[in-house]
DNA sequence: CTTGAACCTCTAGCTGCTAGAGGATGTATC
DNA sequence: GATACATCCTCTAGCAGCTAGAGGTTCAAG
């Protein structure tokens, strides 16, 4: 039987996160010890190992609510899991090719900077001005 | 004079979003018609713009502050503007990086996914156990 | 003078947590 | 049994950066 502070520490999670992991249903209600604490087993140690290394994989909650629903019927076919893992895998590489455009839109202003006055400042010039953009960028909602 | 909605197609912001700029003091209020909607000139239109692309190029809208805080001084050597994005620069890099490592061990799980069963699934196995992983990755919190 | 799009304010919601108040429990030691 | 103190509990509110909706007013065209 572990504590909160144990499965907190387990799996790197802050114990707030475990509970309101608890709170949105994605982990399920834990028994309790006689004065109302809440102690959990192993399989529920397992499911916030998953939720938390899905975590680190991007995924959306509520992609890894689906994840798991998934993996409570090990007899259905495994395409539904295999489109979720491409679909991430697809904003992924978006979000790199965004970052990557940006990344030389940012060089290019640093570089430019002489280290002058603000008057004649690259840095803000560029802002000011998408037009002397050479990449196309659009990181905002990324 | 320009309306909001003017305001908004020509920067690409919805109404909301500059009402919103206005109220946490990133943008000025604007003057008023006699019936109280809001009318804006060139300067207010510059000074979106500038928010916006500055948005699109990832700058928090704290660093923005700043930076708009300094485009009001001109005479003001410009190391702080250039270590602002400096900064922002770093950060691309860092969250590139970590991207880099994600899309490595997505596309290993979607790769080893035969498409059987979910007891056999690669990514269901993947994320069940972090050990598995060839990579370090850290996405949470980036 | 009427219509209808665009405006107004205000409040609440989104994701994914995180922090703090104010109090109860659990365990080790004496 | 008493005491100390870490850990636990619930509840509420806050973070970024918007976005959406209710319920009502103003503006410009016809």
Redesign the pocket.
């Known amino acids: 039987m572990l504590?909160?502070?144990?499965l907190?520490k387990k799996t790197g999670t802050?114990?707030?996160?475990i509970?309101?992991y608890e709170q949105i249903g994605l982990m399920p209600e834990p028994g309790r010890?006689?004065?109302?604490?809440?102690r959990y087993d192993n399989a529920q140690l397992d499911r916030l190992s998953f939720i938390r290394h899905s975590?680190q994989l991007g995924f959306?909650?509520?992609a890894i609510r689906e994840l798991l629903d998934l993996s409570d019927h090990p007899n259905r076919p495994c395409d539904e899991a295999d489109a979720i893992a491409r679909r991430q895998l697809k904003q992924v590489e978006q979000r790199m090719a965004r970052l990557k455009a940006l990344r030389t839109e940012l060089k290019r202003m640093v570089h430019e900077c002489s280290g002058g006055r603000i008057a004649d400042c690259r840095v803000l010039e560029v802002l000011r001005d998408h037009s002397e953009c050479l990449t196309e960028h659009d990181e905002?909602?990324a």
């Not at 504590?3 to 144990?6: L, M, R």
């Not at 010890?33 to 809440?38: A, C, H, L, N």
Request: aromatic share 4%.
């Open positions: 504590t909160i502070g144990t907190s802050k114990v707030q996160t509970r309101y010890s006689e004065g109302g604490q809440r975590r959306s909650l509520d905002i909602g």
